[in-house]
């Protein structure tokens, strides 16, 4: 059974940098796309980034100049670094598969907060 749990979040003032981790347990680690997803407190969820499998695709949705994705498949996990980080970046990130096809088979890890604030 798959399972994803995220790590790394935290408080940072605005212009650090934090990089979170989603570690993935189960077979299959390498066939699946993972996302990131974020949502703050009375938005709507948003997707922030999204890897392939091989690793070799990768899509930024915010800020494409302070936020990367990226996954070490010998270590079954996918990292999103964040830099410059802002206020308006505070929210629960959670990593997901398969993040553009949404559903009942998606697995989601239970979540991470990141808090932006001086």
């Known amino acids: 059974q798959v399972r994803l749990v995220e790590s790394g979040g935290g408080l940072v003032q605005p212009g650090g940098s934090l990089r979170l981790s989603c570690a993935f347990s189960?077979?299959?680690?390498?066939?699946?796309?993972v996302g990131w997803y974020r949502q703050a407190p009375g938005s709507e969820r948003e997707l922030v980034a999204a890897?392939?499998?091989?690793?070799?695709?990768d899509y930024v949705y915010t800020d494409k100049s302070r936020f990367t994705i990226s996954r070490d498949n010998a270590q079954n996990t996918v990292y999103l670094q964040m830099n410059n980080l802002k206020p308006e970046d505070t929210a629960v990130y959670y990593c997901?598969?398969?993040?553009?096809?949404?559903?009942?088979?998606?697995?989601w890890g239970q979540g991470t907060q990141v808090t932006v604030s001086s």
């Open positions: 997901v598969t398969e993040p553009f096809s949404l559903g009942s088979s998606n697995v």
């Open positions: 189960g077979s299959g680690f390498s066939d699946n796309t």
């Open positions: 890897i392939n499998g091989d690793g070799n695709m």
